[in-house]
């Protein structure tokens, strides 16, 4: 779970000095919104996003839509170290997945880049990163069932289903844990690597657990911040 | 009335999935049970099982994958690629007669003899890639019957329709780039029920694209999802398609009954769903229709559900 497996180390960047249509031609090219901005040494010290690009064009641009020379000129003297954010935010190769998901919903931004101790840049992790990461953690990009199960809240219940889980001879692709909206109850999802899911139900069920009716179910029980 | 063949064959029931597997031998005796009983039999038209040619099966899967199928069959191997795929010495064998099977309807009705058929085959087809098996399906019957008819008989457009509870991704992934068989699939939401695919955005790729259409639907909503399926996304896309054959991978696991799924559709939803159908392949295709049995595993509902299957067939009201 750590960035290092999950970020992308073949990172597009652009330097100081470059005009502002360069970075939106590398942004299009490869279909990225994130460049970081780079010196010698791969030294890292500012990153530029789409929305910087756009910020900094001049309201005359887009009434002209990009045909006025005048205007092109304009802004081709523009340099991306005027419109870039100095000394972003960085993580290291270290830091895990969650930190980075945490850091991201804080910090609002929809990339991170990711430095040496020396602060040599060595990858970048989006939004984009993470989601594919989380695909893969949940397992949904193979052929699985969910099942939804109410388990009380108890030690050693995990462990009941896990075991007749396993004693079907079914692997497990990822098993999610939720709250429920009863305080001594909760929510468990196993996402089984199987199509052959009748007697794994019918077990659990014999078990004491109950099958919850996915569709009186949400992912997010609690009381939100409004 | 119609002239409607009916693909049944005791080698049919050979593959043995072992224990606790719910796609056993049993469903096709319960299929043919309710037929017999309701006095259907006589209607039809017998047609046994005969193994594919290799050149039709070589149509869609690659010859590797073949070859790899039938050593591992033969050397005793009791799986297949996942754990699902339960197999025996016969399993190989009986696959391409259920490959055979639906082609022998197929050229059948393109020669006149019959206007349409239900094959009830096993192992079932949907699931089955190109190089994989999966499951509980190793032979795509429905695609290899599509291949089939377009290159021996030279058919343009086809429609397959398929109403499996679970999503067939092999038959999306074979068709996905083409946009001479449009394939149409309703069922249960895929966060929810085997294989995790077939979600709403996936209308296939390249110049294929708008020739797939999935449509989900969430659990327990039942005969309504379903008859909303049919009038406002399923006629309208076939009419516009006019497809000039249609095949149908009929699935009987949406059943309220069903314990594979969780979508409640009545054993009436089921046959609205079917007589849907026969209406659009007289609309557009002179009739000609082959249904494919694939999943369906409520022993107690199938001889219902295969009567009322075969009754719309033959063109009997039910």
Redo the contacts between chains.
Sequence with gaps: MFINNSMTRKVITIGPDADIFEAQRMMSEHNIRHLPVVEGDNKLIGIVTDRDLRSAMPLEFFKHQGDCQEVRDKIQEMRIRQIMTPDPTTITPHYTIQDALLLIQQLKVGALPVVDDEGRLTGIISVRDLLRAFINVLG???????L?ILAEERIGEMKRIVDAITEE???VGSILVARYWDENKRAVFPYL???????I??KLQELGFTLL???EWYLDQLPKNE | MQKTGFVYDKRYQLHDTGD???EVAERLEAVYKGIEEAGLLPYLTLIPAVPAKPKWIEAVHEVAYIRRFEELCLCGRRTFD???NQMCCETYEVASLAVGGVLKAAEMMMKGEIDNAFCAVRPPGH?AEVNQA???CYFNNIAICARYLQQEWGIGRIGIFDFDV?HG?GTQHIFEEDATVLYYSVHEHP???????GRAFEKGTGTGTGYTRNYPI???QGDDAYDKMLKEDFVPAFDEFAPEVILVSAGFDAHEDD??S?ISLSTAGFSRIMKTVVELAERHAGGRLISVLEGG?SIRRLPELARDHIAILLGKDV
Excluded: Q, W
């Design positions: 949904i990009g193979e052929p699985g069932t969910l939804c001879n079914i692997s690597m199987t199509n052959n899911v009748v007697r139900k019918k009716n996915p569709m | 606790y597997h719910p996942f754990p699902d699931h999966m499951g509980f679970h991704n966060s929810f029920a085997f294989p995790g695919t969430l659990p327990g314990d594979m969780g595993y």
